[in-house]
């Protein structure tokens, strides 16, 4: 599998950015962190907007930035497609014109996507003779994506292309995100400062602080480390877990998900047996239980646990995050009193409660 | 005195005199208006001062310097009479730079303006679609800077047919070469021939409005399509 590496120093009056990164080309990559971090500084940098003097860029085995042997390729002669913040269609253009004035410019032999093809899968059927600048904001991203894609490219960046929609439009753009990265095969680089998209989108994922890495792996590696208490926001810590839906009672109006652990209950869910969800179990939904219950528990979901790893325990600090393994990595956030109470070590045997299993594509708010 | 007694040579030479310093303008204030727009040098607002200076120069000022300097003995008139045979003052070309120089803010700062508000950002989607950086000025930047195009041609153009005093300093007053139509007003209301003046002037107001009233139809029907 092909790599997307990456080397830059970026230096401004009022930040320094400075990234080191290697991610798998392939599926959807989410560069997170605050307003400020720089994300969009990179994602630049990884375009050829921006210019690091002393940067290092490849897919793959194909160079496109290397400062020491001079090599650096501008954006027009880069095979990435760019879908900004805003939609920038050209407004002097219709929308057919505008989705293929990429597409004209790249040979012939090179043209994997098809106007009909990104037609269907973004529904612009009825918008193809309007002027580009008559058309509604999520309509014009909707064209903004279609346009990138015509250029077939080999690597799709995105900066925050949801932040200037409403609800509505976001569930929907999301949706069709999704169904790109399945049905083109295009890798994605995705930069936002939403939570909510990060759980939903990514596969990898690239936690930017003040300019640098402070975290980088698979989504759910990246949010199952005891330290990610550091990086990610409370009240978002918590396992992401990859389910598929197995089956739905009626009767008790709960659907089961199955997952490489085992199985978990929801309440009813609108999806077909076999379709994939991906969920979040907050560290803060889930309890231990030392000696199996001999009591009864309102709680549906109990699952057999091995403690992984006990997080760093700060004076002061009444919780402490314990990684546990359920088939799949799962966080627990207890109170330091309940680690001493149950005497707590690696290796030991427990039981999990789960509270609550969150639905990543409900939280878009 | 009939009207057909009047010379219409100054008009004739005026509109060409106009319409050749209006093309010369756009081939050279295209690329300094984009360089204007773009440029993070510091020799900028340097040259912003230099082209803003024939708004304020007397004309008689720019004439005579241009004089000088297009003349047998200024540099660019010698070297024109060592490849050419004749320096530039007095004739038709020596008006065409001389009237390029005092109309040039008149369609730089238009141009420059419609660069500037255009920005970077339809540039950069272009650049992301493959398209190289002339290409993307052909296909992106200048349609969508259609109407700053429209204002520096009727401005350039206008300008060019009211001046008086960089010509009469430059081109002098010879019939058919560099009398043009302002001279000849002005010559006319002199030697109290005020029927051809009348015609001469009534014929510029009549033709610089129609000139506007186009324009100005065209402009509403912008941006134009074009794919």
């Known amino acids: 599998m092909s790599e997307l590496t990456a080397r830059f120093e970026v230096v401004f009056p009022s930040f320094h950015l400075q990234v080191k990164a290697s991610v798998p080309a392939e599926g959807i990559t989410v560069v997170f962190g605050p307003s400020g971090c720089g994300k969009s500084t990179f994602l630049r940098c990884l375009a050829g907007l921006e210019r690091s003097p002393t940067g290092f860029l490849a897919l793959g085995e194909h160079v496109w930035q290397d400062e020491t042997t001079h090599i650096f390729l501008p954006l027009s002669q880069r095979p990435v497609g760019y879908?900004?913040?805003?939609?920038r269609l050209f407004p002097h253009l219709s929308v057919q014109s505008n989705l293929l004035y990429g597409w004209k410019r790249i040979p012939e032999s090179e043209r994997r996507v098809s106007l009909d093809q990104v037609v269907a899968i973004l529904g612009l059927d009825s918008l193809l003779e309007r002027r580009a600048t008559h058309l509604s904001g999520g309509e014009q991203q909707r064209v903004a994506i279609g346009r990138a894609l015509l250029t077939s490219p080999r690597l799709l960046l995105m900066d925050e292309p949801l932040s200037s929609l409403d609800v509505q439009r976001k569930r929907e753009i999301m949706t069709f995100i999704q169904r790109l990265d399945k049905e083109f095969r295009i890798p994605i680089i995705y930069v936002s400062h939403a939570l909510h998209e990060?759980?939903?989108?990514?596969?990898?994922?690239?936690?930017l602080k003040e300019g640098s890495v402070v975290a980088i792996g698979p989504l759910a590696e990246v949010?199952?480390?005891?330290?990610?208490r550091r990086v990610i926001p409370d009240g978002h810590i918590g396992a992401i877990i990859d389910t598929r839906v197995a089956e739905h009672d009626l009767e008790y109006g709960l659907t089961t998900l199955n997952f490489s652990g085992g199985q978990l209950s929801v309440p009813h869910q609108n999806y077909c047996i076999g379709e994939s969800l991906r969920v979040q179990i907050l560290a803060r939904d889930v309890s231990l239980i030392a000696n199996p219950p001999a009591f009864q528990t309102s709680v549906l979901n109990v699952l057999v646990a091995t403690v992984m790893e006990i997080g760093p325990i700060q004076a002061g600090q009444p919780f402490v995050d314990i990684k546990l393994d359920i088939g799949c990595p799962l966080l627990a956030t207890i109170t330091r009193k309940s680690l001493a109470t149950l005497k707590l070590h690696p290796g030991q045997k427990v039981h999990?409660?789960?509270?609550?299993?969150?639905l990543t594509h409900d939280s878009l708010e | 005195m009939t009207l057909s007694e009047v010379d219409l040579g100054p008009l004739w030479l005026t509109l060409r005199l106009a319409g050749v310093t209006v093309i010369v303008l756009l081939i050279i204030g295209t690329p300094l208006a984009w360089w204007l727009a773009h440029t993070r040098s510091r020799a900028r607002t340097v040259v912003e001062a230099i082209v803003a200076m024939p708004l304020v120069l007397p004309p008689t000022v720019l004439g005579f310097y241009l004089l000088v300097l297009l003349g047998p003995h200024g540099w660019i008139g010698?070297?024109?009479?060592?490849?050419?045979?004749s320096a530039l003052s007095f004739t038709f070309t020596g008006l065409v730079i001389a009237s390029a120089l005092y109309s040039l803010p008149f369609v730089v700062q238009p141009l420059h303006g419609a660069f500037e508000s255009i920005g970077r950002k339809p540039?950069?989607?272009?650049?992301?679609?493959?398209?190289?950086?002339?290409?993307?000025?052909l296909s992106i930047a200048s349609p969508m800077a259609s109407?700053?195009?429209?204002?520096?041609?009727?401005?350039?153009?206008?300008h060019t047919l009211g001046e008086f005093g960089v010509v009469l300093m430059?081109?002098?007053?010879?019939?058919?070469?560099?009398?043009?139509l302002s001279i000849a007003i002005y010559d006319h209301v002199e030697a109290l021939e005020y029927t051809q003046a009348h015609v001469l002037s009534a014929g510029l107001l009549v033709f610089s409005f129609l000139v506007l009233l186009m324009v100005y139809t065209v402009n509403r029907r912008l941006p134009i399509h074009v794919s």
């Open chain 1, 352 to 358: 999990a409660q789960i509270k609550a299993v969150a």
């Open chain 1, 223 to 228: 949010f199952s480390q005891v330290g990610s």
């Open chain 1, 83 to 87: 879908v900004f913040q805003e939609p």
């Open chain 2, 147 to 158: 109407r700053g195009y429209l204002t520096a041609i009727v401005l350039g153009f206008a």
């Open chain 2, 78 to 85: 010698s070297a024109s009479q060592a490849v050419t045979g």
């Open chain 1, 198 to 207: 990060v759980v939903q989108l990514a596969r990898t994922l690239i936690l």
């Open chain 2, 170 to 180: 430059v081109g002098g007053n010879i019939p058919g070469r560099t009398k043009v």
């Open chain 2, 123 to 137: 540039l950069e989607a272009a650049w992301s679609l493959r398209a190289s950086k002339l290409d993307t000025f």
